[in-house]
């Protein structure tokens, strides 16, 4: 049972470029999460979703777009890369089973020159 | 507005030196209030959920305290293992789509 697993685990990006993040969660769980952590700031919520096929905005979603094809599966897009989206990138998970705790993968730290 | 202020904002204990980190918060109605543990370089790991006022839950040299404005997360007799960022965060009832709103984390360094 991996839990939440997230790639890549770093990546430099020049301005423009875009790129996925993937997150995967080998759970069952219903929701997931994207978060960006940047120091002084705490975690900020992107993109969400409730179930396979939906997502939805969160605290900071501009610049993001999301896909949820899969239940496993969550993606995270920047179509057009800036240097304000450096940051680390979390993916969580949670279940209504599970009394709502999210659960964290590893990471991506994502750097934009 | 729902917010959660976390202080100290850095802690250094030496091993054995028993302290308390609080989160204060705000929020309409709560639904849970959750701490994590956050290594460097890592993913926040659970730790504890609190759920009403008068609630304690423990873990090894960890307990957690919560009243109707604040949790305090009590450290007795650390080690230099249980350095690491202390996250806290509070959900809302209102909220149905478990969102958590996070404060800043206390850094928390123990030293032998």
């Known amino acids: 049972n991996a839990g939440v697993t997230q790639t890549p685990k770093f990546r430099v990006l020049k301005t423009g470029q875009s790129m996925t993040l993937l997150c995967a969660q080998d759970?069952?769980?219903?929701?997931m999460y994207w978060y960006r952590q940047d120091p002084g700031m705490g975690l900020r919520l992107i993109h969400y979703?409730?179930?396979?096929?939906?997502?939805a905005k969160g605290e900071v979603p501009d610049g993001y777009n999301v896909s949820r094809l899969k239940k496993q599966n969550f993606l995270l897009g920047l179509e057009s890369a800036a240097p304000s989206q450096t940051s680390v990138y979390f993916c969580?998970?949670?279940?209504?089973?599970?009394?709502?705790?999210?659960?964290f993968g590893p990471g991506t730290r994502l750097t934009v020159l | 507005e729902d917010q959660v202020t976390q202080s100290p904002e850095a802690l250094r204990l030496q091993e054995g030196e028993s302290s308390s980190l609080n989160c204060s918060y705000t929020v309409s109605g709560l639904r849970g209030l959750f701490w994590y543990r956050q290594d460097p370089g890592k993913g926040p790991e659970f730790l504890f959920t609190l759920y009403s006022a008068g609630e304690e839950k423990e873990k090894e040299r960890l307990k957690a305290t919560l009243t109707k404005k604040e949790s305090f997360l009590h450290i007795t007799a650390p080690k230099p293992e249980d350095s690491a960022t202390y996250l806290c965060a509070v959900q809302a009832k209102r909220s149905d789509t478990d969102k958590l709103i996070f404060g800043t984390g206390t850094r928390l360094q123990v030293f032998p």
């Open positions: 759970m069952n769980h219903e929701y």
């Open positions: 979703s409730v179930g396979e096929g939906t997502t």
């Open positions: 969580a998970s949670s279940s209504r089973a599970l009394k709502r705790t999210q659960y």
